[in-house]
C-alpha cells in the first residue's frame, strides 16, 4: 500500500510527536508513503467563509500533486480529513466548480482531474491493513486497560461527505483499540466537540465542554483516551488542566495520538514516539503497559 502523505499543518507544528509516531508505525503495517512536502493548509477555519474558492484551491492543490503521483493521499488530522473530503466531493460533483478552482492553480501549471482520495489513517488500517494484520504485529499486549475513543467531529461530520462511520454510533477507533488488546470505554462524550474551534472566543465553554468529556472517559474507568485528531489532542491535553478546573474535578487523564497507541502496542519505545511531549503525564500509563507486557511474557516463561 503506498500514499501521498499529508501531514497537515500541526503535525509539522504544534504536535511533531503525531508525525513522529506515525513515521515510526506505518512500514510495521505495510504502507509505504511519499510526502508532500510542497503542500499548503488543507483551508480549515475561516479561510473558506472570506475565500470559498480560494479555500477549495488549497486542497485542489494538494490533490493535483498526489495526482501527479498517481497516488491516493493519506490523512493523519481527522480535521484534514473532513475538509478536504468535503473539498474532494464538491470538485467531483460540480464541473464548473472544478474548472473555476484549476484557474487558480494554473499558475503554478497544476491541474486536479478528480481522480484522488482521501483517506485517514485510521480508515485505512481498519479497511485496507485489516484488523486481523494489526493484531498480528501486537507485541505488548494491552491487557486489560481502557482506552476511550474520542472521534472529534470532523472525521464524522458531515456523513455525506465522510461516508465511513455512523457519526451516531462511530466503531473504527473502536475496533482499533480491540483489536491492539484494550478495551475501549463506551461514553456518550466521544463524538462530541472537544471545544477547540472556540477555545479563543468562547474560553469558559470550550474548557466546560472538554473537561465534560474527560471526565465522562475518566468515570467509566478510562486509563489513557486516544484520538485521530492532533486538534482535538491539543485541546484535550493541554487545556486538561484549566478544563479540571472549570468543572471541578482532577481529571489527569494521558490522551494518545491514534500512531501512539499503536506504536506502544507493537513495542515502539516511548521514546520513538514523542510520548515525552505530552503536557499530561503518559508515565502512569505507560507503568501499565509495562506491567501488562512483563506479565505477558511470564506466562510464556521467558521471564
Not at 477555519?45 to 472570506?50: N, R
Not at 460540480?94 to 482521501?118: F, H, I, K, M, S
Not at 499486549?141 to 472525521?155: E, H, N, S, V
Not at 484494550?182 to 465553554?205: R, S, T
Amino acid at each position: 500500500m503506498k500514499y501521498a502523505l499529508y501531514p497537515g499543518c500541526a503535525a509539522k507544528g504544534a504536535t511533531p510527536e503525531l508525525f513522529q509516531s506515525t513515521m515510526a508505525v506505518i512500514g510495521r503495517l505495510g504502507i509505504e508513503v511519499t510526502e508532500l512536502t510542497a503542500s499548503s493548509c488543507c483551508g480549515a477555519g475561516v479561510v473558506g467563509e472570506a475565500d470559498p474558492d480560494g479555500a477549495l484551491a488549497l486542497s485542489a492543490r494538494t490533490f493535483a500533486q498526489a495526482e501527479r503521483l498517481g497516488l491516493d493521499i493519506m490523512t493523519i488530522c481527522g480535521t484534514c480529513q473532513g475538509v478536504m473530503g468535503g473539498a474532494n466531493r464538491k470538485l467531483k460533483s460540480d464541473p464548473a466548480l472544478l474548472q473555476r478552482v484549476n484557474r487558480l492553480l494554473a499558475p503554478e501549471r497544476l491541474a486536479y482531474r478528480g481522480t484522488v482520495q482521501v483517506k485517514h489513517l485510521l480508515w485505512i488500517v481498519v479497511r485496507e491493513v485489516g484488523l486481523e494484520k494489526l493484531a498480528d504485529e501486537v507485541q505488548v499486549t494491552l491487557g486489560d486497560l481502557k482506552i476511550a475513543p474520542f472521534y472529534g467531529c470532523y472525521i464524522l461530520r458531515p456523513s455525506g461527505d465522510l461516508g465511513f462511520d455512523d457519526p451516531e454510533h462511530p466503531d473504527s477507533l473502536d475496533k482499533v483499540i480491540r483489536a491492539v488488546g484494550a478495551e475501549p470505554v463506551d461514553y456518550g462524550g466521544k463524538i462530541k466537540c472537544c471545544g477547540f474551534p472556540i477555545i479563543l472566543e468562547k474560553e469558559d465553554i470550550a474548557l466546560a465542554m472538554n473537561g465534560a468529556n474527560l471526565k465522562e472517559a475518566k468515570d467509566g474507568g478510562a486509563d489513557a483516551m486516544v484520538t485521530p485528531c492532533p486538534l482535538c489532542h491539543m485541546s484535550l491535553d493541554i487545556y486538561q488542566e484549566r478544563a479540571g478546573k472549570k468543572i471541578g474535578a482532577n481529571l489527569n487523564l494521558p490522551v494518545l495520538h491514534l500512531p501512539q497507541m499503536l506504536g506502544l502496542a507493537m513495542g515502539v519505545p516511548a521514546g520513538e514516539l514523542g510520548l515525552q511531549r505530552h503536557l499530561v503525564s503518559v508515565d502512569p500509563f505507560l507503568e501499565k503497559v509495562e506491567e501488562r507486557h512483563v506479565e505477558r511474557h511470564k506466562e510464556k516463561g521467558q521471564v
